[in-house]
């Protein structure tokens, strides 16, 4: 991997909270995201567990990738913590103390959005240490099956990090064929991918509350797709899924703990695949300072 500039890291200036149902438990939630001393990066704390646990938010600590991504190992472990990674990475906060009083953060509405707006009412600030800023010198693709996932070298001007979805779910499928592509920026993040929702089709919708999850989640509360389209919702753009396929891989790469520059492209993947890159990514990237250090 190759090193290029940096910038400086930053956090939260006051403390914010939101409160929410959880999607899998169906508990009234809370979080909190407290400031946190630079190069802390992201730790999310239990503070319903005693002794108050502290688990990391990088890529070392994932332990479950199945429809959401899960860190740390049972009873000491968070999930579905996508949503709230994409919304602290997408607003390029790089240290935060997330308090969570259950093993899931509140679902919302599918989104980002009441984070992003809860984290953005509190204030930013720059911090005194760097964030680095690497790329790779060639294509680097992880896959499973048909779907694939590359981190492309920048072309010779690119200064930041582009990324594509190609959502393609077949020619009979109630959700469309559908592309989104975009630099990746925070004033795009706020504008075109935070409010973008969990979405899932009807079958997966019943399967899963079948095994008791999403008790009380309704179809008003994400965009759940059955043959003729969205139950009982409305999208918030055309592409809304590609986009927030989007969100997932901003919150899954955060994972790696800086940030990269290129063009990631994505096809058909999900979870396992963000953070399978995650960790070939953090591999070279260890492989590579540990060559900086002996030069």
Not at 186 to 205: G, K
Not at 275 to 290: P, S, Y
Request: hydrophobic share 40%; aromatic share 6%; with cysteine.
């Amino acid at each position: 991997m190759r090193k290029h500039n940096a910038r400086p890291q930053r956090t939260l200036r006051n403390s914010a909270e939101v409160h929410g149902v959880g999607f899998l438990t169906g508990a009234t939630i809370q979080v909190r995201f407290l400031p946190a001393p630079p190069s802390s990066g992201v730790v999310f704390v239990r503070t319903d567990l005693a002794g108050r646990p502290r688990i990391p938010a990088h890529v070392t600590q994932v332990t479950g990738t199945a429809r959401r991504t899960t860190l740390g190992r049972a009873p000491v472990q968070v999930t579905l913590v996508e949503h709230v990674l994409a919304s602290l990475a997408g607003l390029r906060i790089d240290n935060c103390l997330v308090e969570l009083n259950a093993v899931e953060p509140p679902g919302l509405d599918g989104s980002a959005l009441g984070f992003v707006e809860a984290l953005l009412e509190a204030g930013i600030v720059e911090q005194s240490a760097p964030r680095s800023v690497w790329s790779v010198s060639e294509p680097v693709t992880v896959r499973a099956g048909e779907a694939t996932l590359t981190l492309h070298p920048p072309e010779t001007d690119q200064v930041g990090l582009w990324m594509s979805y190609f959502l393609d779910y077949g020619p009979t499928a109630p959700i469309v064929r559908q592309v989104y592509t975009r630099e990746i920026s925070s004033s795009v993040f706020l504008r075109e991918i935070a409010s973008c929702r969990t979405f899932l089709l009807q079958q997966e919708a019943e399967f899963l509350r079948a095994q008791g999850l999403g008790s009380n989640t309704t179809p008003k509360d994400l965009l759940i797709f059955g043959r003729y389209g969205v139950i009982g919702n409305t999208l918030r753009f055309a592409n809304e899924p590609a986009r927030h396929k989007v969100l997932d891989m901003i919150g899954d790469l955060s994972l790696l703990g800086t940030d990269l520059r290129g063009h990631l492209i994505a096809c058909r993947s999900g979870h396992p695949l963000n953070v399978e890159l995650a960790r070939v990514l953090h591999a070279r990237l260890v492989t590579a300072l540990g060559r900086a250090v002996a030069a």
